[in-house]
T-cell receptor, first 118, second 117 residues
Framework: DAGVTQSPTHLIKTRGQHVTLRCSPI?????VSWYQQVLGQGPQFIFQ???????GRGNFPDRFSARQFPNYSSELNVNALLLGDSALYLC?????????????????FGPGTRLTVT | AQKVTQAQTEISVVEKEDVTLDCVYE???????LFWYKQPPSGELVFLIR??????QNEISGRYSWNFQKSTSSFNFTITASQVVDSAVYFC??????????????FGRGTSLIVHP
């Protein structure tokens, strides 16, 4: 079975621009989460979506937004890019389980999108 | 607020040595989940183990073992007879339910393990 896929692999943007990152979950997974990983640190949670609804949001500014589509794929959008947004953006999918609590289950991560803001 | 501390930034060992990666967490909840992930140089995080707060049984999987102790809020990870392929950054993570009923994960800063041949 295919794992979590993300596109693009690498991206270079200029300050002030907008970026859209894409993620396709593992088949059968209904939950998608987004993380930002700055070099040398652990992933920081941005958003989590389950069944097209936002179920969790980390401590990120409103410049960050996301959505989930009927096929469970997801997009992360970042507006007005800053130099500090340069990072590896990771997408993860998971089963929700009967409790509907996706983060109680293991997550499967994609290879990430390396965003560089100049 | 939840917090995960991986005090060891980098550990360097020689192949076949045993190595323990420490993880200490803070949480106010009685129900929570703990995880370990491996991030090899390729960058993709790989799930290793999940443990809920009510299950303190230690677990062994091949050369890997995990020691969960609620009394000390620790969830340590031991690799026995380390191999070069174990070289990676290892992350400990905690998921705790927030006020809205959603589980929010927090990752530690990671421990970089270097295994020399």
């Amino acid at each position: 079975d295919a794992g979590v896929t993300q596109s693009p692999t690498h991206l270079i943007k200029t300050r002030g621009q907008h970026v859209t990152l894409r993620c396709s979950p593992i088949s059968g997974h209904k939950s998608v989460s987004w993380y930002q990983q700055v070099l040398g640190q652990g992933p920081q949670f941005i958003f989590q979506y389950y069944e097209k609804e936002e179920r969790g949001r980390g401590n990120f500014p409103d410049r960050f937004s996301a959505r989930q589509f009927p096929n469970y794929s997801s997009e992360l959008n970042v507006n007005a890019l800053l130099l500090g947004d340069s990072a590896l953006y990771l997408c993860a999918s998971s089963h929700a389980g009967t409790s509907g609590a996706p983060f109680s289950y293991e997550q499967y991560f994609g290879p990430g999108t390396r965003l560089t803001v100049t | 607020a939840q917090k995960v501390t991986q005090a060891q930034t980098e550990i360097s060992v020689v192949e076949k040595e045993d190595v323990t990666l420490d993880c200490v967490y803070e949480t106010r909840d009685t129900t929570y989940y703990l995880f370990w992930y491996k991030q090899p140089p390729s960058g993709e995080l790989v799930f290793l183990i999940r443990r809920n707060s009510f299950d303190e049984q230690n677990e062994i999987s091949g050369r890997y073992s995990w020691n969960f102790q609620k009394s000390t809020s620790s969830f340590n990870f031991t690799i026995t007879a380390s191999q070069v392929v174990d070289s990676a950054v290892y992350f400990c993570a905690l998921s705790e339910v927030d006020a809205g009923g959603s589980y929010i994960p927090t990752f530690g800063r990671g421990t970089s393990l270097i295994v020399h041949p």
